[in-house]
């Protein structure tokens, strides 16, 4: 199918409205509904799912502090848009196909509100899963100003439910953010940036099997999702209008597995200013910008100079990252376009700050334990690709139990071909450095030897953090304090595929002694 490019205006997704707001707490209900939607004006209306019948969902804009409650509503279908490989864990056989369960990524949340992937509902809380904990989750974003979004999180589907469109934005605001004078309402633009294939009649395409290594049943989970078309907001290649002024772009890679190395084709940079977790200390101006799976950043992009051109977007990561093949600059090399046609409706009077907000490194010396964890492939009985944390699977007995209060280094020893970009659930982090190893003689010994000196964080990664890239053939390591919450979370590689498919463990956050 070939499809036009820039034919569609990039839709942005509403802000929604609180069912009861009061002083005290703000009150939104959300139902995940199964509606058809145009994702590009040349193929039929596609089946998506969409909280608030919405793909993307539609944005909360929050306060730091804010006391939100939310009811997350399944409405959905009994049957599944994508097959379900029943072989996977949490999603055997006797589980209803149609599960949900919503978490808050990036979000300081109780445990209980953190949409751990067994606490799934179904349509009308009908069926709960094993660990299912409350009806109306709590969030208490007692965080600064930062860009978090919600997914959903169910044992053994994630990928098809994200992939079907349950994502959104979560913006926290704060007085801080707002003193910079940043480009802010129209002139600040969510990016939530997806892969998706197609079949003729519209239909969203997810592959039944992998190509490479086929089983003798299907469906059978593949080992990462490669889409032929890049949507932004939910729609295929768009194009936006912008008037010759500083825009803030407020980029979510929210693949399942694709990352994006973006760039724009005017040689523009991107001033960054902001990680995954808030703002950085200076901005960060750089040419290109990597961003793995669930990573955001924040960045303002200067197009005062270019009244009556057109950008591109373009993206040059290999797939897989970073040694698999390259891009096809056609198809998902391009992302989106931005044309300078629109007049200018007031005087710029917003700044690219030259300083934002002191970030204190935390020292090593602080941190109580350090863990090594590997991050390995194996192969599992039907021959497939089997990513394991630290050799353990979903199933086996919680091994990283932090004390709350205190810091930890977190070592992930990569000893695979792929870079896998990995979430802890309730923190934010500092990454420390990344340093080369020997994998071969770490899989033969299960000995360390550094092959050359540490790697410091890009300029990019150098505020807080919570999901972080983990290069092959590297040691990350990252310092995690872990607070205010004791309790369960987990902790994964956010490509989907793996995630689904034991690259995900539980961990503890133990009460003070
Ligand atoms: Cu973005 Cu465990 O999630
Ligand atoms: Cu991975």
């Given at each position: 199918m070939k499809l036009t490019k820039f034919i569609d205006p990039l839709p942005i997704p509403p802000v929604l409205k609180p069912k009861w707001k009061s002083a005290d707490y703000t009150y939104y209900e959300v139902k995940m509904e199964e509606v058809k939607q145009s994702l590009h004006s040349q193929i039929p209306h596609t089946p998506i799912w969409g909280y608030e019948g919405l793909y993307p969902g539609p944005t909360f804009e929050v306060e730091t502090g804010e006391r939100v409650f939310v009811k997350w509503m399944n409405n959905l279908?009994?049957?599944?848009l994508f097959p379900i490989d029943h072989t996977v864990h949490g999603a055997e056989k006797v589980k209803p196909d149609v599960r949900t369960v919503v978490h808050l990524h990036g979000g300081r949340t109780e445990p209980e509100s953190d949409g751990y992937p067994d606490a799934w509902f179904t349509k009308g809380f009908e069926k709960k899963g094993p660990f299912f904990t409350k009806k109306i989750y709590e969030y208490g974003n007692l965080q600064s100003a930062r860009a978090l979004w919600y997914h959903d999180h169910a044992i053994g589907i994630t990928r098809l439910n994200i992939y079907a469109g349950l994502a959104g934005f979560y913006l926290i605001r704060d007085p801080r953010e707002r003193s910079l004078n940043l480009p802010s309402g129209k002139f600040e633009i969510p990016l939530l940036l997806q892969d998706r294939s197609f079949y003729e009649d519209g239909s969203l395409f997810y592959p039944?099997?992998?190509?490479e290594h086929p089983t003798e049943f299907t469906p059978s989970i593949i080992s990462s999702f490669f889409g032929d078309t890049i949507v932004v907001n939910g729609k295929v290649w768009p194009f936006l209008e912008v008037e010759p002024r500083k825009y803030r772009l407020r980029l979510l890679n929210g693949a399942n597995a694709r990352f994006f190395h973006l760039f724009l084709n005017s040689g523009q940079p991107f001033f960054q200013i902001g990680t995954d977790s808030g703002l950085l200390e200076r901005p960060n101006r750089v040419q290109s910008l990597l961003l793995a799976p669930a990573e955001r950043a924040d960045v303002i992009v200067d197009f005062s100079k270019l009244n009556g051109k057109s950008i591109l977007m373009k993206n040059d990561a290999r797939t897989h990252f970073p040694i698999g093949d390259p891009v096809d600059p056609g198809t998902t090399g391009t992302v989106m376009q931005f044309r300078v046609t629109k007049p200018l409706s007031s005087m710029d009077t917003s700044v690219i700050p030259p300083f934002m907000e002191t970030i204190h490194r935390l020292p090593e010396s602080t941190a109580h334990k350090q863990r090594f964890l590997q991050l390995s492939e194996e192969k599992d009985q039907f021959g497939r690709s089997l990513f394991l944390l630290d050799q353990k699977k979903w199933d086996d007995p919680i091994s990283e139990n932090p004390q709350v209060g205190t810091n930890e280094i977190w070592c992930f020893v990569n000893t695979n071909g792929d870079d896998h970009p990995i979430h802890v659930h309730l923190v934010q982090f500092q990454i420390l450095d990344r340093l080369p190893f020997d994998v071969k003689h770490y899989k033969n010994t299960r000995r360390i030897r550094y092959t050359g000196l540490p790697v410091a964080p890009d300029s990019g990664e150098r505020g807080w953090k919570d999901t972080v890239k983990c290069p092959p053939g590297h040691i990350t390591r990252i310092i995690i304090p872990f607070f205010p919450f004791t309790g369960r979370y987990v902790w994964h590689c956010h490509m989907l595929e793996h995630e689904d498919y034991e690259m995900m463990r539980p961990y503890w956050i133990l009460p003070p002694y």
């Open positions: 279908p009994e049957k599944h039944e099997q992998s190509s």
